[in-house]
């Protein structure tokens, strides 16, 4: 069974960094997009970065300059160095990957979530 772990949440100060890690727990045929969302009590899950297996990357306006998603495909991780956070990056984040697991003999692909890490982020 796939599993994403994530890693690396807790509390910080204003203008305080954190990184936040996720591993995918098996070895699998391919992912591709991994990537990171947030939400915020009362509010939906959102966007924050994705990165492509060839490294493409996408981010949300609010974060743009401030966070940065990368990747290791050799190790199945990914991660989200997170600077100058502020008092409303606060949320639970969670990883998500796209990966082709083989049905039936052919790839098909498959979101999965992580469990979620808690971000909070004091003024």
């Known amino acids: 069974q796939v599993q994403l772990v994530e890693s690396g949440g807790g509390l910080v100060q204003a203008g305080g960094s954190l990184k936040l890690s996720c591993v995918v727990s098996?070895?699998?045929?391919?992912?591709?997009?991994m990537g990171w969302y947030r939400q915020a009590p009362g509010k939906q899950r959102d966007l924050v970065a994705v990165i492509t297996s060839g490294g493409s990357t996408n981010y949300a306006d609010s974060v743009k300059g401030r966070f940065t998603i990368s990747r290791n495909n050799a190790k199945n991780t990914a991660y989200l160095q997170m600077n100058s956070l502020q008092p409303e990056d606060t949320a639970v984040y969670y990883c998500?990957?796209?990966?082709?697991?083989?049905?039936?003999?052919?790839?098909?692909?498959?979101?999965?979530w992580g469990q979620g890490t808690q971000v909070t982020v004091s003024s």
């Open positions: 098996r070895s699998i045929f391919s992912i591709n997009t």
């Open positions: 998500y990957a796209n990966i082709a697991i083989i049905r039936f003999g052919v790839p098909v692909p498959t979101d999965y």
